[in-house]
């Protein structure tokens, strides 16, 4: 998260030349500082419809890394942090639960973020071991889920 587009202003490149320049100072072999750069550039996980795929082993860990993180009891934590950070409410039951919106980079709430986004993180890991943890956090995040439908509507 050197430079994230949430974090600066929505700018795709700004991570990337903040890298470039430092490494670069550092004397980090050209094919080393590509391979970050291309890793910076490709990871985040931006919507549905974005294919982005990494061009090298470790740009696959560092993409599953990211996504565990972004998944389960820590993932769920994140989401409803950023969204107070954000000023998003919780949940309103007027915005559709599910992906049909989607397209929005940010989630109109945080409950819609698992929607938009964390729900959809097990089917994007591009590694075995990444994909196993993924199971459990994945079905903390439905369990969790399930929990807080209930005390909304006044039922637990």
């Known amino acids: 998260d050197i430079s994230d587009w949430k974090s600066n ?13 430092w490494l670069t100072n550092l004397k980090v072999d050209l094919q080393a500082v590509d391979n970050v750069c291309d890793i910076i550039a490709t990871s985040s996980f931006k919507g549905v419809g974005n294919k982005r795929t990494m061009k090298t082993p470790e740009g696959r860990v560092m993409q599953d890394a990211d996504r565990l993180d972004a998944i389960g009891a820590i993932g769920i934590a994140r989401c409803f942090a950023f969204g ?4 998003m409410p919780i949940h309103d039951p007027n915005v559709a639960d599910d992906n049909t919106e989607y397209g929005s980079r940010l989630s109109h709430t945080s409950i819609k973020h698992f929607y938009d986004k964390l729900l959809l993180v097990k089917d994007l890991l591009n590694t075995k071991s990444a994909k ?13 889920l399930r929990q ?8 637990a």
């Open 132 to 144: 196993k943890i993924a199971i459990g956090r994945h079905k903390y995040m439905e369990e969790f």
């Open 9 to 21: 202003g929505g700018s795709e490149v700004m991570g990337e030349k903040i890298a470039r320049s």
């Open 84 to 87: 107070g950070n954000k000023g």
């Open 148 to 155: 807080f439908y209930k005390e909304w509507d006044g039922q």
